[in-house]
């Protein structure tokens, strides 16, 4: 299994427009984040999991021509604007099934009802096959992915595990019974925002405290603001196994 970091950054992205900040005006690559998503790849399958609106440049300089759906988070527009961007993809193969909690699909048909009508479509229009998650396991491909419930804030949202490897955003609240489906998971991603304590996101604090409940062989931080600070003098201060992800990473399973 091969995951890419599609976008490693909070919902404003860094740099943030107009912001003096030290690490928005950073240089380092690594300090330069788009909006939170991945790419996993397996056999000759490929998901990508959220659809920020980043979608197109993200697709774009990963190389990336095909993909097998688009599993949610939640609803929120940096996980979900960039929805317009998949018409190349369905161009070449056709519907794209989206993967999503049914109250989700309720916001997305809001939003983009051009898609989602039943009415006859402008040319153009791409189209997508509704699955809906529950919070039971649910086939990819050829992988069993297991939903991990948490909360976001008072919004529920889903974190996924494809065997070894699980990926969690926008986390603040995960109840003991959903951790525990987290046990024995080799590579572990999960939210942390700044160092300072936040309503609907976890913390540096609270990301390595739930690592430490988890007990991942490694876990990569990521949803990260500039206010965390610059990616190569954050990355001393982790715990040996704890990892800042950064834009482009690839990692392996």
């Known amino acids: 299994m091969k995951v890419t ?32 998503s991945v790419l996993i790849e397996w056999d000759d399958y490929a998901f990508v999991i ?8 993200q697709m774009l300089r990963t190389n990336c021509h095909k993909i097998d759906g688009i599993v949610f988070t939640h609803e929120h527009a940096d996980h979900t604007a960039g929805l317009d961007d998949i018409r190349p993809f369905y161009f070449r193969q056709g519907d ?31 189209s997508v096959i509704q699955h809906e998650i529950k ?36 986390m603040k609240t995960v109840a003991k019974e959903e951790i525990e489906k987290l046990k024995g ?6 939210n942390a925002l700044r160092e300072k304590e936040h309503l609907s996101h976890f913390n540096l604090k609270e990301a390595l405290n739930f690592i430490n409940k988890v007990q991942p062989k490694t876990a990569y931080l990521t949803h990260i603001s500039h206010y965390l600070g ?6 001393q201060t982790l715990p040996e196994n704890v990892k800042l992800a950064y834009d482009n990473l690839v990692i392996e399973l």
């Open 185 to 190: 998971v080799k590579v572990l991603v999960v």
């Open 230 to 235: 610059f990616h190569d003098v954050v990355q």
């Open 135 to 170: 919070n039971e396991p649910f086939l990819l491909g050829n992988v069993t992915v297991l939903p991990i419930n948490g909360y976001h804030h008072k919004l529920q949202v889903f974190g996924f595990r494809f065997g070894d490897f699980a990926y969690l955003t926008d």
């Open 50 to 57: 959220d659809c920020g609106p980043d979608f197109r440049q």
């Open 96 to 126: 794209i099934p989206f993967y999503a909690h049914k109250r989700v699909f309720g916001e997305l048909q809001k939003r983009f009802d051009y898609i989602f009508t039943k009415e006859e479509k402008y040319p153009g229009v791409p």
């Open 5 to 36: 970091f599609l976008g490693t950054g909070t919902s404003q992205g860094i740099p943030v427009i107009g912001s003096d900040h030290p690490v928005c005006l950073s240089t380092n690559p690594k300090d330069k984040r788009l909006r939170v």
